[in-house]
């Protein structure tokens, strides 16, 4: 019996300490995201006469990990993993990382440091897929060949923001944008800006007013290419401008109009418009306009669909150098996050810019979007869900 006692008394103080150390294991556990985006569309379309598609196109599926902690203090810490898949034209490989920081916050302060979505754009417009009409939704960057649209998109950033009303954001960051006209990519600051908005949380779209969001930023890119250039002439500044307003903002008949505007001041020579870099630091205005509509049944948005209408030009160009882009889609929900749907794309190109892009093409799109949102042992209230890092057409 003693023998007995001598190994039963031990035993159960071991599964006592580890019960106790899985106890508070657990009150220290972080809170776990799951995010995940799967957009697959057969493409058919028309390029200056001569016909092209895909049987199956994936590129920006995408997914997203994430860890949330409460710290010692006010503050939140947060830890995002996720990649995508890119273009199939583009030299980024099968798998692309578009996302891996870490960041601080509070109620009023947000800190970011890592890889993530650059400033390279400041309204989200009803696309299929966020690069759909890419050179006029955001500010290209005159770092890259033009290969990757990815290159505009993602890059190495640090970010301090603060919210000074509950509605009104404030941000400084600089970044730095894939550098893949050199040899070798340096990695070091080449881009400083900041933006100001008002924005209306998506928490909040059952109280909606007229103005949902009222965006200004601006960049500037350095280029330090001519040594002997002074530090205005090599400096590249984009001035953006975003609206969106809520035209109907009735709960089952929405309707929105979102609208963007990117101002490029131009470094160098731009008569001439010959290769992508060139026109990404030529002086430019791009402008997107788009009007939605979702109807919602039992709170469901149970129909999207939208008409968007992009134009750009430059002004200094010889000649005339302008294009514009019209864009309409239509999605239907038939399940749980999950939606069918089909997008068609038609631009035209004038004067230089036909040396660049297809003088007229047009593109049709059936696609089947799944999405992903949960959250595991949940802690925190949240003002976004871990997909509003994604590219989101429907509500």
């Not at 990695?187 to 998506?202: I, K, M, Q, S």
């Not at 090599?234 to 505007?261: A, I, S």
């Amino acid at each position: 019996m003693k023998v007995l006692s001598k190994k039963i008394v031990p035993s159960l103080v071991l599964f006592l300490v580890l019960l106790t150390n899985n106890v508070s294991a657990q009150e220290l556990s972080p809170e776990l995201l799951l995010g995940a985006v799967g957009v697959v569309s057969g493409n058919f379309g028309v390029v200056d006469g001569t016909r092209s598609g895909a049987v199956s196109d994936f590129s920006d599926t995408s997914v997203l990990f994430g860890a949330r902690q409460k710290l010692f203090g006010s503050y939140r810490g947060q830890l995002i993993v996720g990649f995508q898949f890119p273009d199939a034209e583009s030299d980024l490989g099968q798998v692309f990382y578009h996302h891996v920081f870490v960041s601080l916050a509070n109620q009023r302060n947000v800190i970011q440091i890592g890889r993530s979505r650059l400033d390279s754009n400041l309204m989200e417009f009803p696309t299929l897929r966020d690069d759909d009409a890419l050179a006029y939704t955001d500010t290209q960057s005159p770092f890259s060949d033009g290969v990757n649209s990815e290159d505009t998109q993602f890059g190495n950033l640090i970010m301090v923001g603060r919210y000074l009303t509950p509605r009104i954001r404030f941000d400084l960051h600089g970044e730095y944008y894939s550098e893949t006209l050199l040899e070798e990519e340096s990695f070091e600051l080449n881009t400083v800006g900041f933006t100001l908005g008002y924005r209306v949380p998506d928490s909040q779209r059952w109280n909606r007013h007229r103005i949902n969001e009222l965006v200004l930023g601006v960049e500037a890119f350095f280029l330090p290419e001519n040594k002997a250039a002074s530090f205005e002439e090599e400096t590249l500044v984009n001035v953006k401008f975003g609206l969106g307003v809520n035209l109907r903002p009735d709960p089952v008949h929405f309707w929105r109009l979102t609208h963007q505007t990117i101002y490029s001041k131009g470094v160098g020579n731009s008569d001439a418009l010959t290769s992508y870099v060139e026109l990404s630091r030529a002086k430019s205005v791009a402008t997107f306009t788009s009007i939605e509509y979702v109807k919602r049944t039992n709170e469901w948005p149970s129909i999207h669909s939208a008409v968007g209408f992009g134009y750009r030009i430059f002004p200094d160009a010889d000649g005339t150098a302008n294009q514009f882009l019209i864009l309409a889609n239509i999605f239907k929900r038939v399940g749980a996050n999950f939606d069918i749907g089909i997008q068609g794309v038609h631009e035209r190109s004038y004067g230089d810019l036909r040396s660049v892009y297809p003088g007229e093409s047009f593109r049709l799109n059936l696609a089947l979007v799944y999405r992903v949102d949960q959250v595991f042992n949940r802690q925190f209230d949240t003002r976004e869900s871990i997909l509003n890092l994604e590219h989101g057409y429907i509500y």
